[in-house]
């Protein structure tokens, strides 16, 4: 009997085991949201959309813990009119740090802290004739994604997918010479009294050497 319930262990951490200690692994990522507000006395949608593309490299500190560095692309789209919007286009890096748990099979709850940082072009669409306006943007972000999880194919390979359902997250975002807006976001579904969101998640692909 105990030979038995040692070798079922010993696969359930054959299954899971993607990266030990000393090891790098590198993955890529896409991620997207998309929000929807209907104003039924206007019969109008606002709507807001929020896309990333990253890559990263991480080093194992331990079987269960990793850091790493990252590049990412972001673009974001606010509507604040029918037809017009607010948008950001930024490149950001990245510090970021895995933890890893084996959950049952080949997944593995993944959670991710990082800090980050990004500059780019911030764009109010203005109605015509008007022309659209042009400024400097930055921001940084320091944040927490708990849903975000890992199924691993084989010694070297893995799925990562990620909710946004309960991201908790402090921003700081500044428009050049205009105005600087500080944000601490905790969602959880659409739970009244919190930020509420709509679709979101992430789906990317991992590699160890």
């Known amino acids: 009997m105990k030979k038995v319930l040692l070798t079922v262990v010993l696969a359930l951490v054959a299954t899971t085991t993607f990266a030990q200690k000393g090891a790098i692994w590198f993955d890529g990522n896409i991620a997207f949201t998309n929000q929807t507000v209907n104003n039924e006395i206007t019969d109008t949608k606002l709507g807001s959309t929020d896309f990333d593309i990253n890559v990263s490299g991480n080093y ?49 709850w993944a959670p991710r802290a990082f800090f980050s940082y990004g500059m780019g072009t911030y764009t109010t669409e203005m109605a015509a004739p008007l022309s659209d306006i042009d400024q400097d943007f930055s ?66 692909f991992a590699y160890t050497l």
């Open 60 to 108: 194992m500190l331990a079987d269960q813990w990793s850091l790493g560095l990252g590049l990412g692309y972001n673009m974001q789209s606010a509507d604040y009119a029918v037809d017009l919007a607010n948008k950001t286009n930024m490149f950001t890096v990245a510090l970021q740090g895995y933890y890893f748990q084996p959950l049952c099979g080949k997944l593995v």
């Open 139 to 204: 921001a940084i972000t320091l944040g927490v994604e708990p849903l975000s999880f890992k199924y691993v194919c084989g010694q070297h390979c893995a799925f990562t997918f990620a909710f946004n359902f309960a991201d908790i997250y402090f921003m700081s975002e500044s428009v050049k010479d205009v105005s600087t807006t500080n944000t601490f976001h905790c969602q959880l579904g659409n739970v009244a009294g919190l930020t509420t969101g709509g679709l979101g998640f992430k789906l990317g």
